[in-house]
C-alpha cells in the first residue's frame, strides 16, 4: 500500500501522478512567529484551484514534498485532497541547503533517522497520516558536512522502513553525482533513489552519468526558466526519450501554489522579466506532452509509463 494524506492506498489507485509539487510553501518559523503576515484561507484557496487545474488533465495523485524548513503541513494537505479529491503523498525529511537547528546538529545521523522513521510508521505531527517517502536537500553551497549528515539519516531510515527518496540537487554545481555515492555508500538500492531537479540542465553527459548509477531523474521544474529555459527542458527531455530513458524519468513543474519566498511585486518581476512563465501544474499538459507528441516522442503508452507506472514503481521500490 501507498501511504497519502487520505490514508493508505491501493498502488494501482494511484492513477497519473505528478511527481513534484507543492500544495503550500513557506517557512514555518516565520509563519509561526508572524502569522499575520500569512492568510490561511487564500493559501487554501490557491492550493485547491492550482490542484484542480491538474485534476483538469487527469491527475489524480500529486507528490507532495514539502519537508521541515519547507512548512510542511500533513493537516493542510489533508484540506485540500478533501476539496479537491485528488490524493496527496506526503513525506518526511529537512529541506536545508545547509543550515541546521542546534537539535539536529548535536544528534547522530541514526538519531535523526528516528525522527524519519516514526513519520513514516506512526504518523506525521501527532497524525496517523504516514509519509511515504524522504526528502533531502543539496545546493549550491553542495555537500557540506550537514548536508551530508542528512543525506546518510535518510538513506538510513530509508533502508530501515523501504521509503523511498526523493534528493532536491542542483546540475549547475554538480551535487547530484556526490548525492548518488553517499546514498550508495549507505546500502540504498538506486531504483529507491529520485534526483530531483536534474532537469535544470541540459548537459546529456551529466544526465546520463546519474542515469548509468541506476537512479531515477526528475525533469520537474517546468515553468522555472530561471534555472533552464522552457525550450531547453524540452529538447533535453526529447532527447533522453529518444535515447531510451522514458522508464526513468518523471515530468512535474515545483509549482508551489503559494510562496513565501519573496515579496509579491519581486515575484512579479520574475514573471516580468520572462523568468517565471506558465509555472503551474498543468503546464505540462497544456505544452509539454502536446509538443512531445509533435515529435512522434509522446503516445498513450509513454505518458502510461511516465506518469503513472514511473511513480508506482518509485513508490513501491520496485
Ligand atoms: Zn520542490
Known amino acids: 500500500m501507498i501511504e497519502t ?4 492506498l491501493d498502488p494501482g489507485e494511484l492513477g497519473p501522478t505528478l511527481i513534484h509539487e507543492h500544495v503550500r510553501f ?8 508572524w502569522p499575520g503576515r500569512y492568510d490561511g484561507d487564500a493559501e487554501l484557496a490557491a492550493a485547491v484551484a492550482a490542484v484542480d487545474a491538474a485534476k483538469g488533465h487527469g491527475v ?14 500533513v493537516r493542510f494537505m489533508q484540506r485540500v485532497a478533501e476539496q479537491t479529491g485528488v490524493q496527496i503523498v506526503a513525506c518526511t525529511g529537512i529541506y536545508t541547503y545547509d543550515f541546521l537547528p542546534h537539535y539536529f ?17 506512526q504518523g506525521v505531527q501527532g497524525t496517523d497520516i504516514k509519509a511515504a517517502f524522504l526528502k533531502c536537500a543539496a545546493d549550491a553551497p553542495g555537500l557540506t558536512e550537514n548536508i551530508e549528515k542528512i543525506h546518510r539519516a535518510v538513506a538510513r531510515a530509508s533502508l530501515r522502513t523501504g521509503a523511498p527518496i526523493m534528493a532536491h540537487s542542483r546540475p549547475a554545481s554538480n551535487t547530484g553525482p556526490r548525492q548518488v555515492e553517499i546514498f550508495l555508500e549507505e546500502g540504498v538500492d538506486p531504483s529507491k533513489i529520485q534526483i530531483a531537479h536534474t ?53 512535474s513543474q515545483d509549482h508551489c501554489a503559494t510562496i513565501d519566498w ?30 512531445l507528441r509533435e515529435q512522434g516522442l509522446w503516445d498513450d503508452d509513454v ?3 511516465v ?4 511513480p508506482r514503481r518509485w513508490l513501491e521500490g520496485e
Do not use: C
Open 5 to 8: 494524506v487520505q490514508g493508505p
Open 26 to 33: 513557506r517557512d514555518e518559523a516565520v509563519a509561526e512567529n
Open 60 to 73: 489524480r495523485t500529486i507528490v507532495d514534498p514539502t519537508a521541515m524548513f519547507g512548512g510542511r503541513d
Open 105 to 121: 546538529e548535536n544528534r547522530s545521523e541514526d538519531l535523526i533517522a528516528e525522527h524519519f522513521i516514526d513519520d513514516i510508521e
Open 199 to 251: 532537469g535544470d540542465s541540459d548537459d546529456l553527459d551529466y544526465i546520463e552519468g546519474l542515469l548509468e548509477t541506476g537512479v531515477w531523474i526528475g525533469l520537474d521544474r517546468y515553468g522555472l526558466d530561471l534555472y533552464l529555459p522552457f525550450d531547453k527542458r524540452n529538447a533535453t527531455t526529447a532527447e533522453l526519450l529518444r535515447r531510451g530513458y522514458a522508464d526513468r524519468l518523471f515530468l
Open 262 to 291: 519573496f515579496p509579491q511585486e519581486a515575484v512579479q518581476g520574475l514573471i516580468d522579466a520572462g523568468l517565471v512563465r506558465g509555472w503551474s501544474m498543468a503546464l505540462i499538459f497544456e505544452e509539454v506532452l502536446p509538443w
Open 303 to 305: 505518458q502510461r509509463q
Open 307 to 310: 506518469l503513472e507506472d514511473n
